[in-house]
């Protein structure tokens, strides 16, 4: 296959309007949104910072093809305007408060689209809009600074997957049977450039699910390991120390988040999650698990986590040779951050982009940077994503599905994605971690996805029409 560059790419993904209307395209008929609330049953920690609630926005929307016919559609997804929207001086209800400012934009404008499309056109035709509400939104507010573009992608996500649901309903099948040339009009040569020219988004998506995705459990920075770290006995039912966790769930895949400014920390920490999980597998009687290490950009630099490497190798080999991929050890800004070049890195452990990952632009250049991994989040938009797929995959790079404390309809969207999606190593899903009263009113419809016992994500019941979560009140 042909390669593709970021200067090609750049030149050639521009959309100057959407082309002459067929029957399977739709209009946009109405779109609204509402808010739901959510406590954690414990704290997060990530990044430097705890979260203890969440607000999902959830979209309904119609629409209708040039017969008339329509289909209702559903998306939803946490605003997680911690990780998106990260401030010095900004307070979490100002920055909450921001996007949903910024929602009630992308809701209007999205509205007023009456143009005919695929869900992908529609989303291309209007996403420099959403970047210009959200300008207007920042100043408005007088925030003082700008709102991220990663935090309007996490807005307007929930509105693209509505649209992707109604679109699949309306032609009775799955969102991922209707990225072919039959319903999808441009070849991927439109959206990407001329090294995709004649290949359609199909090519990179598969048709039927993959059966079963190992489950990566979430290690916040500050989760009790073993038992006399609890601090306080939440009696709920559920585990709370690592190795109870273990059995309780079956798990051989392990996410854990680092602090990245404390080398001395950062390796006890995982020395100490190895011994817990040891222990935990040698009384079940499994032989293999496996690790990721998300620092969430807050390495000061490469070689920090060089040297992190050299002493994990050096003190808990076993440890180290159980390591799968490291996330994000870096500021998310790259194009300010050209210095902390990831080749020696990720000569040793695949490095992955996650924060950086706006577009595909960014995608691009992690890899000129040396990152050789992507981190897939259906929160950064159905049609977003699936093109940034595309590309990692020409370019062979290692792929896994990350999570934003995904509950409800955005983990069964954020599954889908994994269990459609060529290669991927895993899905992160702690929703059932930290917030599992958002799950309650799906878990009897999908169990396999809901309710682990053996470590694995069980996808039989995400191939109905759309994205196939239809939401519990429907």
């Known amino acids: 296959m042909g390669q593709i560059s970021r200067r090609g790419l750049l030149g050639g993904i ?12 739709i209009q946009i008929v109405d779109i609204r949104h509402s808010y739901q609330d959510f406590l954690y049953r414990a704290p997060y920690k990530f990044g430097g910072k705890e979260v203890d ?19 209702k559609g ?45 869900p992908i056109d529609i989303n291309t035709l209007l996403e420099s809009s959403y970047l210009n509400a959200a300008e207007q939104v920042g100043a408005s507010l007088k925030l003082g600074e700008p709102i991220p573009k990663l935090c309007t992608l996490v807005t307007m996500s929930a509105f693209d997957a509505a649209v992707h649901d109604a679109y699949g309903k309306l032609h009775r099948r799955n969102c991922y049977l209707t990225y072919g040339p039959d319903l999808l009009r441009h070849d991927l040569g439109h959206y990407l450039g001329a090294g995709f020219k004649g ?87 499994v032989k293999r698990w496996f690790y990721s290490l998300d ?20 003190r808990a080999p076993a440890a180290f040779d159980r390591l799968l991929y490291i996330e994000q050890p870096t500021k998310r800004d790259l194009a300010a951050d050209r210095g902390n070049d990831m080749h020696r890195a990720s000569a040793i452990k695949p490095v992955v982009i996650d924060e950086s990952l706006t577009g595909v632009d960014t995608l691009l250049l992690a890899r000129e940077m040396g990152y050789t991994g992507v981190a897939l989040k ?72 809901f309710h682990i016992t053996d470590g694995l994500i069980r996808t039989g019941e995400i191939n109905g029409p759309g994205l196939g979560a239809v939401p519990p009140s429907a």
């Open 14 to 25: 521009g959309l100057a309007g959407l082309a002459a209307v067929r029957d399977a395209d």
């Open 53 to 71: 609630r969440v607000t999902l926005i959830n979209v309904d929307c119609i629409v209708k093809n040039r017969s008339g016919r329509t289909a």
């Open 74 to 118: 559903f998306g939803s997804m946490p605003l997680g305007n911690v990780w998106s929207f990260p401030s010095p001086v900004l307070s979490y209800d100002q920055t909450l408060g921001a996007m949903k400012a910024l929602a009630d934009r992308v809701g209007k404008l999205t509205r007023d689209c009456k143009e005919y499309g695929h």
């Open 199 to 285: 290949e359609y988004l199909d090519r990179y998506v598969l048709k039927q699910p993959t059966p079963q995705l190992p489950l990566f459990h979430s290690v916040g920075a500050s989760d009790p390991i073993f038992d006399s770290d609890i601090e306080k006995r939440l009696n709920d039912g559920l585990p709370q120390a690592l190795g109870d966790w273990t059995r309780h769930d079956g798990l051989t895949y392990y996410k854990i988040k680092l602090n990245g400014n404390d080398l001395k920390w950062d390796d006890d920490r995982v020395v100490s999650i190895d011994k817990a999980a040891s222990d935990a597998q040698a009384k079940r009687g």
């Open 295 to 314: 620092f969430n950009e807050r390495c000061p630099n490469v070689e920090y986590l060089l040297d992190f490497l050299a002493h994990l190798r050096e």
């Open 378 to 449: 259906a929160c950064k938009g159905q049609s977003q994503i699936l093109l940034i797929s595309a590309v990692a995959q020409k370019h062979k790079m290692f792929l896994c599905v990350q999570d934003l404390t995904c509950p409800g309809a955005s983990l069964i969207q954020s599954v889908s994605l994994a269990a459609h999606t060529p290669g991927v190593a895993g899905i992160e899903a702690n929703s059932r971690e930290y917030v599992p009263a958002a799950n309650k009113a799906w878990e009897k419809r999908f169990p396999g996805i």
